[in-house]
Nanobody
Framework: QVQLVESGGGLVQPGGSLRLSCAASRFTLDAYAIAWFRQAPGKEREGVSCISSSGRTTLYADSVKGRFTISKDNAKNTVYLQMNSLKPEDTAVYYC???????????????WGQGTQVTVSS
C-alpha cells in the first residue's frame, strides 16, 4: 500500500530550526503533489505547505511563509520541510500527504500516518 513516513521532529527553542522528512514508498514522488499538514491538540488539521510533482511549484500558509521551505528529492523519494525561526505556535504534529493537485486542502480518502511531533518551547 501507499506509505508516507514522517520524521525529523523534536523539541527546539523559539528561533531554532528543524528539517522534517517525508519518505515515500510504493509510489514515486514525480507523479504526485505532496503537502505538509499540522495539527495541534484541540485544533483542526491545517495545511502548511505543498510542492508540485515536478517540484517547480510550492505553496505556503501565510503563517509560515518566509520561515519554512519545502523541497523534494525524487531520487531519494523524499520530501523535506526546512523549518527556520520556529515559534511556539508552530508546535503540532506534522503530517505529509499526497494528492493529484498542488493544494494544501487535505486529500480525499487518504490514510494518514503517525506524523512527527514538533515542540517549540523555551
Amino acid at each position: 500500500q501507499v506509505q508516507l513516513v514522517e520524521s525529523g521532529g523534536g523539541l527546539v527553542q523559539p528561533g531554532g530550526s528543524l528539517r522534517l522528512s517525508c519518505a515515500a514508498s510504493r509510489f514515486t514522488l514525480d507523479a504526485y503533489a505532496i503537502a505538509w499538514f499540522r495539527q495541534a491538540p484541540g485544533k483542526e488539521r491545517e495545511g502548511v505547505s505543498c510542492i508540485s510533482s515536478s517540484g517547480r511549484t510550492t505553496l505556503y500558509a501565510d503563517s509560515v511563509k518566509g520561515r519554512f521551505t519545502i523541497s523534494k528529492d525524487n531520487a531519494k523519494n523524499t520530501v523535506y520541510l526546512q523549518m527556520n525561526s520556529l515559534k511556539p505556535e508552530d508546535t503540532a504534529v506534522y503530517y505529509c500527504a499526497r494528492n493529484i493537485r498542488t493544494t494544501m486542502a487535505p486529500p480525499a480518502n487518504f490514510k494518514w500516518g503517525q506524523g512527527t511531533q514538533v515542540t517549540v518551547s523555551s
